[in-house]
């Protein structure tokens, strides 16, 4: 049986960077110095390296996706294609960053874009786009993750995780501090990937979680590093948060949705 187009977004370079290799926004540079430095001293992440285009999505075959614009078909990576309501959460967060301080700017913020996210927004009662009831509905089992994340059954995942386990928390161990790794004392808050893009401690699409770390990584003040929050903390990506405290992972997204209801 034929797949029935549906309309999503794709990622794209922005600007000049459309005639170089595409870098997807979720992409955390790792033994790039220089790349690093764009990154975290430049600022060049998140919003002002990737943008979102409207697409058909067309066919999907394994991690390739057929998609349609402009009158035209090609093949992307899966990874490059982004649910329809994902893609408007984005724009909102987007339209709520404008000229914000501590939040990334983007330079494709047109008014092309203002219309499909007003009149989108116009059908709903609310007015308002609904990031809550989308991670309750569809992101609950689903890490929205780096370029290569090695899980508890030494599987690979590339960007997204779909098998997050919601209620085993048996795999919840004292763990012991290395040269790379730090004991985690709590996961005490989470931003969705489309808030993260755009916040400066972030800045890459993926979920991030504020951890708080145990002694004696909690007596320090992170607030001057590029993803320090508070004393003894910082916003990690998904990626460096392992597998096996999926338990922490659920409860923070939880919590974040409750906190949003009653807001």
């Known amino acids: 049986m034929a797949q029935r187009s549906q309309d999503v977004w794709v990622w794209r370079p922005v600007g000049a960077a459309r005639a170089k290799e595409f870098k997807h926004p979720g992409e955390i540079p790792i033994d790039d110095e220089a790349a690093a430095k764009a990154c975290f001293d430049d600022m060049l992440r998140g919003p002002s390296c990737a943008r979102l285009d409207p697409a058909m999505l067309v066919q999907t075959k394994g991690n390739v996706c057929m998609i349609a614009e402009n009158g035209a078909t090609r093949e992307v990576p899966k ?10 959460l984005i724009l909102q967060e987007l339209e709520a960053a404008q000229g914000q301080p501590n939040r990334l700017q983007a330079s494709w913020w047109d008014n092309d874009l203002k219309e499909v996210l007003e009149r989108e927004r116009s059908n709903l009662s609310a007015g308002r786009l609904n990031g809550a009831a989308f991670v309750e509905r569809r992101m609950l089992n689903v890490a929205v993750t780096g370029h290569r994340f ?11 995780r779909d098998n997050v386990r919601l209620e085993d928390k048996s795999s919840l161990v004292q763990g012991e501090d290395s040269d790379t790794s730090w004991r985690i004392k709590a996961i005490t808050g989470y931003l969705p990937p489309w808030e993260a893009l755009f916040h400066n401690k972030c800045g890459f699409y993926q979920d991030f979680y504020q951890v708080r770390w145990e002694h004696p990584y909690s007596e320090v003040d992170y607030s001057g590093v590029e993803n320090g929050c508070a004393a003894g903390s910082t916003w990690e990506p998904d990626e460096c948060v392992p597998a096996h405290l999926d338990p922490l992972r659920l409860a923070a997204k939880r919590e974040w949705i409750r906190r949003k209801r009653e807001a």
């Open 150 to 160: 090695i899980d508890s059954d030494d599987r690979e995942w590339n960007f997204r």
């Open 79 to 88: 990874c490059m294609v982004v649910h329809r309501y994902e893609g408007l």
